[in-house]
T-cell receptor
Framework: DGGITQSPKYLFRKEGQNVTLSCEQN?????MYWYRQDPGQGLRLIYYSQIVNDFQKGDIAEGYSVSREKKESFPLTVTSAQKNPTAFYLCASSIDPGPNYGYTFGSGTRLTVV | AQKITQTQPGMFVQEKEAVTLDCTYDTSDQSYGLFWYKQPSSGEMIFLIYQGSYDEQNATEGRYSLNFQKARKSANLVISASQLGDSAMYFC??????????????FGTGTRLQVFP
């Protein structure tokens, strides 16, 4: 079945470390997105990519970096510059950038700073 | 600026009853899409229903229907015949017309629905 795979499901990071969250899709979607969700809150956009080798900052990009070397993959790196990285991270994809298409989401990665 | 407002942090409904979850939106675009997602405790986001800004009929998907009132900028989700498995967070979301610089689905803060026997 087609879908989005995020790994790992749970991730623990020490202070000062960079960590990378994986997101892979086999839906042949052009656009991919990373969102952050804090407890009791909605989702906020970190980065998005509409095409391979190109990506745009979202609303809360500081302290994060991404790459899009392959259509199927859109990894997110949480750097040591992100002061409050503990959150739930969701990756999504969309077949088209237009308003008629929603997103397909992965099952998320829960990141905790220890 | 585009914005989604969900004013009900939590709702309770008895099994088999209907429930309405409120959503209002703000946009200056004429072309936009409205979406509802369900997020169970496992965290995944499950797509429920979509309404386009030019659609004249209210969208329906099984037990879910979207009460779309364009003039009031309202897109309420109606769940009929609630089931215990409907207990989850529900998010209203909006996506505007295609744009390279502002492509995103924006979300409200969600409503936690609890269904009791």
């Amino acid at each position: 079945d087609g879908g989005i795979t995020q790994s790992p499901k749970y991730l623990f990071r020490k202070e000062g470390q960079n960590v990378t969250l994986s997101c892979e899709q086999n839906l042949n979607h052009d656009a991919m997105y990373w969102y952050r969700q804090d407890p009791g809150q909605g989702l906020r956009l970190i980065y998005y990519s509409q095409i391979v080798n190109d990506f745009q900052k979202g609303d809360i990009a500081e302290g994060y970096s991404v790459s899009r070397e392959k259509k199927e993959s859109f990894p997110l790196t949480v750097t040591s510059a992100q002061k409050n990285p503990t959150a739930f991270y969701l990756c999504a994809s969309s077949i088209d950038p237009g308003p008629n298409y929603g997103y397909t989401f992965g099952s998320g990665t829960r990141l905790t700073v220890v | 600026a585009q914005k989604i407002t969900q004013t009900q942090p939590g709702m309770f409904v008895q099994e088999k009853e209907a429930v309405t979850l409120d959503c209002t939106y703000d946009t200056s675009d004429q072309s936009y899409g409205l979406f509802w997602y369900k997020q169970p405790s496992s965290g995944e986001m499950i797509f429920l229903i979509y309404q386009g800004s030019y659609d004249e009929q209210n969208a329906t998907e099984g037990r879910y229907s979207l009460n779309f009132q364009k003039a009031r900028k309202s897109a309420n989700l109606v769940i009929s015949a609630s089931q215990l498995g409907d207990s989850a967070m529900y998010f209203c979301a909006m996506r505007e017309g295609p744009s390279y610089n502002t492509d995103k689905l924006i979300f409200g803060t969600g409503t936690r629905l609890q269904v009791f026997p």
